[in-house]
């Protein structure tokens, strides 16, 4: 049964990545018909096709291999300085940049002169390019706000958990109460483990971050409602003074850090709990920042990943993981003893963060990405305008294909970066369990 669930969880995530493969691509073709530009392909997968259809000028299809997917533009370059796309040269470098060229002439028909992608207005270039990755951005806070308002994080509660049964200095670090610690507030005050705390101070409070702050900034007596086996009813606590972990603003503590505040002393239990529009913002906020983060650190972490892959080093949980490890991580969500409910939520969270992290790394400026293609739309669009401004001559579309040797060299370190990873999820993989 076990390999079963994790045959089903393995089958929704490719389904998943296949979808916002698709989901991708058709940002780009969409917009591309819009402004007229000719699409003769529109591809889900690389390698050997598997089924394909032709429907006007462009032929829809599913090839072997689910790792990405593609759309081909004609004129996707502009031609050379002599107008021609088959000039061939002995120079490596420069036959890099013709064979570029010539492959976004290759299916070049009579009447494309006007429906080239490079003869294009910078601006609906821009709109092309970015189409896609925004499709998968859409996506993503789409699933994100669903499962966050419908179903709900798994966050701490104003339920109580524990009552402490002293007042510890927590810089202290220790656990066992000393013979002249004084007893917990909560605890002198009758709170108990289960009781769910619905005001304090006579504010009603559901937000358990709300309430340990009205906590920390309150001092002396202090009037707590709570709900126990059904029935309201009031406790009087008098809050001291004690030295407690700093807050981060995202209920999480900062570590080796204290302030000085309110204390009552009980721990939260944690539960699934329905976001507001509002708290779902401010979570897909953290989200984006945390991702552009995690993006921005991905050098750092090929050492970690080089001892995982042939070291036997610790698999670190915030490593970067591959198709392949996120595919495992969706087959082991289905086998986790929990409701079918969260067993959902979490595969639509994992296919949310592979949506997030798609626009977020396509929007890198570098070629062959799609940001690389917007910079050097940008680019055109600014050295036009300068020479308007300036009165000189146009000095014409941008020549993004002289940027290929460049964007080979980022394909090969992408590349060495995904086999890396791919190692890496194959012997050492990430877990959830």
């Known amino acids: 049964?076990?390999?079963?669930?994790?045959?089903?969880?393995?089958?929704?995530?490719?389904?998943?990545?296949?979808?916002?493969?698709a989901w991708h691509e058709l940002g780009h073709l969409s917009t591309a018909k819009l402004f007229?530009?000719?699409?003769?392909?529109?591809?889900?997968?690389?390698?050997p096709t598997l089924f394909s259809r032709k429907k006007g000028d462009t032929e829809y299809g599913v090839k072997a291999v689910p790792l990405g997917g593609y759309i081909r533009m004609i004129g996707m370059f502009p031609p050379g300085p002599d107008g021609r796309v088959e000039a061939r040269s002995t120079s490596p470098w420069r036959g890099m940049i013709e064979d570029a060229r010539s492959a976004?002439?290759?299916?070049?028909?009579?009447?494309d002169e006007t429906r080239m992608f490079y003869t294009r207005k910078p601006w609906k270039r821009v709109i092309v390019m970015f189409a896609g990755p925004f499709m998968n951005l859409v996506l993503a806070v789409a699933i994100f706000f669903g499962v966050m308002?419908?179903?709900?994080?798994?966050?701490?509660?104003?339920?109580?958990?524990?009552?402490?049964?002293c007042v510890i200095n927590q810089s202290e670090n220790r656990d066992t109460c000393a013979k002249?610690?004084?007893?917990?507030?909560?605890?002198?005050?009758?709170?108990?483990?289960?009781?769910?705390?619905?005001?304090?101070?006579?504010?009603?409070?559901?937000?358990?971050?709300?309430?340990q702050s009205r906590i920390r900034a309150s001092h002396g007596t202090a009037t707590i409602t709570i709900e126990r086996d059904g029935t309201r009813r009031t406790l009087h606590a008098d809050v001291i003074e004690n030295q407690v972990a700093k807050?981060?603003?995202d209920g999480g503590v900062v570590d080796g850090e204290y302030v000085t505040a309110g204390f009552l002393g009980f721990t939260p239990a944690s539960g699934i709990v329905k976001q507001s529009f509002g708290q779902s913002v401010d979570q897909m906020g953290t989200m984006m920042e945390n991702g552009v983060q995690s993006m921005l650190a991905l050098p750092s972490k090929i050492p970690d990943l080089w001892n995982a892959a042939f070291d036997g080093g610790e698999r670190k949980q915030d490593s970067p993981i591959g198709v392949l490890g996120a595919a495992r991580v969706g087959g082991e969500v289905f086998t986790l003893d929990i409701p079918p409910e969260n067993q959902i939520a979490m595969m639509l969270f994992l296919v949310a963060g592979f949506n997030l992290s798609l626009f977020l790394f396509n929007m890198l400026p570098l070629l062959p990405l799609d940001g690389g293609h917007i910079a050097g739309a940008?680019?055109?669009?600014?050295?036009?305008?300068?020479?308007?401004?300036?009165?000189?001559?146009?000095?014409?579309?941008?020549?993004v294909a002289k940027l290929m040797p460049v964007a080979y060299v980022v394909a090969?370190?992408?590349?060495?970066?995904?086999?890396?990873?791919f190692i890496a999820d194959l012997v050492n993989p990430v877990k959830i369990t």
Not at 12 to 17: A, S, T
Not at 36 to 47: A, E, K, L, S
Not at 104 to 111: K, T
Not at 379 to 387: D, I, K, L, P
Request: with cysteine; net charge negative; glycine share 12%.
């Open 36 to 47: 007229g530009i000719r699409v003769p392909q529109y591809m889900v997968g690389f390698g």
């Open 378 to 399: 940008l680019w055109e669009a600014v050295r036009r305008h300068t020479a308007r401004v300036f009165r000189r001559p146009d000095p014409g579309p941008f020549d």
């Open 104 to 111: 976004a002439y290759e299916e070049l028909e009579p009447g």
């Open 247 to 249: 807050t981060d603003g």
């Open 412 to 421: 090969g370190i992408f590349v060495c970066f995904t086999l890396l990873v």
């Open 180 to 211: 002249d610690d004084a007893p917990a507030p909560a605890k002198a005050a009758g709170l108990k483990p289960g009781d769910k705390i619905i005001a304090y101070n006579g504010q009603s409070v559901d937000d358990y971050g709300v309430l």
């Open 149 to 165: 308002m419908t179903f709900g994080l798994n966050a701490q509660t104003t339920t109580v958990s524990t009552v402490s049964d």
């Open 1 to 21: 049964m076990t390999v079963l669930m994790t045959i089903l969880g393995i089958v929704v995530f490719v389904i998943g990545l296949l979808f916002s493969i």
